[in-house]
Structures are given as structure tokens and as C-alpha cells.
Nanobody, 119 residues
């Protein structure tokens, strides 16, 4: 059983930056592909970025060029660097891990961290 704990959320002004972290425990982190999703009230959870165990990254069109997903296998942690933040990036951000499934339905989820972009 893998446990995921997100951190790094908060309040930031438009144009600002935040780095989210997701620390994993309870499994062999390096074999898992990792994802970041976000969700706002009344909407479905949407994929933000995905990073395979082999290092291939994919991004939602809405965040391409602004967000970067990365991982440090030695620290069992995946990151989401968010730059040039916009009010529409406001959401609860969740990290997920998958090995047996795929990025659309991760095997494990974290509890989420709130990101609010507002002046």
C-alpha cells in the first residue's frame, strides 16, 4: 500500500509561482508513474501533468509552458513547479501513483492541497 502526502499549496498572486510536493511511502517509488490532477467545486477532477517511471512527461494544454512535473526517486517525491499562475489555476491539487492501471485511474491518491491564485 502506497501513501501519498501533498504539500506546498497556498495563496499566491496572479503571475506568481508555487512548487507542490508529493511524498510517497510504503512502496518502491521508482516503479510508479506519477500524476497531478486538480479539482474545483462542481467539476470533475482533471489531469494536469503525468510523469512515467521512465521519465516521459505530458501536460494538459492549459498548463503547457507554465508547469513542470519532476521526480526525485532518492527522496520518493514528485514535484509540480507552477509558474505564471492564473486565477483559473485555483483548485485542490492531488497527486496520484499508478503501476497496475493508467494515468486516468491511478492506483493511489493523496489527500490534496489547496492552491488559490488571487490578488
Amino acid at each position: 500500500q502506497v501513501q501519498l502526502v501533498e504539500s506546498g499549496g497556498g495563496l499566491v498572486q496572479p503571475g506568481g509561482s508555487l512548487r507542490l510536493s508529493c511524498a510517497a511511502s510504503g512502496g518502491i517509488f521508482s516503479i510508479y508513474s506519477m500524476v497531478w490532477y486538480r479539482q474545483t467545486p462542481g467539476k470533475q477532477r482533471e489531469l494536469v501533468a503525468a510523469l512515467t517511471s521512465g521519465g516521459s512527461a505530458n501536460y494538459a494544454d492549459s498548463v503547457k509552458g507554465r508547469f513542470t512535473i519532476s521526480r526525485d526517486n532518492a527522496k520518493n517525491t514528485v514535484y509540480l513547479q507552477m509558474n505564471s499562475l492564473k486565477p483559473e489555476d485555483t483548485a485542490v491539487y492531488y497527486c496520484g501513483a499508478y503501476y497496475y492501471s493508467d494515468y486516468t485511474d491511478p492506483d493511489y491518491w493523496g489527500q490534496g492541497t489547496q492552491v488559490t491564485v488571487s490578488s
